[in-house]
């Protein structure tokens, strides 16, 4: 079994920063890509950031130059970083990880976190 655990939404005014974490945990061989992807109110869930586990990135067009995704593959983590926020950033965040275990390679995801950007 394997649990992503996710921390750091909030509330937060235009313009602020917040940072999202994610912790994979349980029975795991390796975890191949990580990343964030969000679902806003009405809206299909959709891609924010993804990276693979030699550090290549992608983003979408909507967070490029304002969100950063890293990850230390020692300990599994996967955290966004979330400067410049706008209104439009406001959904709830999920954490999705491509793990390896002895059973199967499967797409895991967190519960989610939400974030609020309102004045």
């Known amino acids: 079994q394997v649990q992503l655990v996710e921390s750091g939404g909030g509330l937060v005014q235009p313009g602020g920063s917040l940072r999202l974490s994610c912790a994979a945990s349980?029975?795991?061989?390796?975890?191949?890509?990580m990343g964030w992807y969000r679902q806003a109110p009405g809206k299909q869930r959709a891609l924010v950031a993804v990276i693979t586990s030699v550090g290549s990135t992608n983003y979408a067009d909507s967070v490029k130059g304002r969100f950063t995704i890293t990850r230390d593959n020692a300990k599994n983590t996967v955290s966004l970083q979330m400067n410049s926020l706008k209104p439009e950033d406001t959904a709830v965040y999920y954490c999705?990880?491509?793990?390896?275990?002895?059973?199967?390679?499967?797409?895991?995801w967190g519960q989610g976190t939400r974030v609020t950007v309102s004045s």
């Open positions: 999705n990880a491509r793990v390896v275990t002895m059973i199967r390679e499967w797409d895991y």
């Open positions: 349980g029975s795991i061989l390796s975890v191949k890509s």
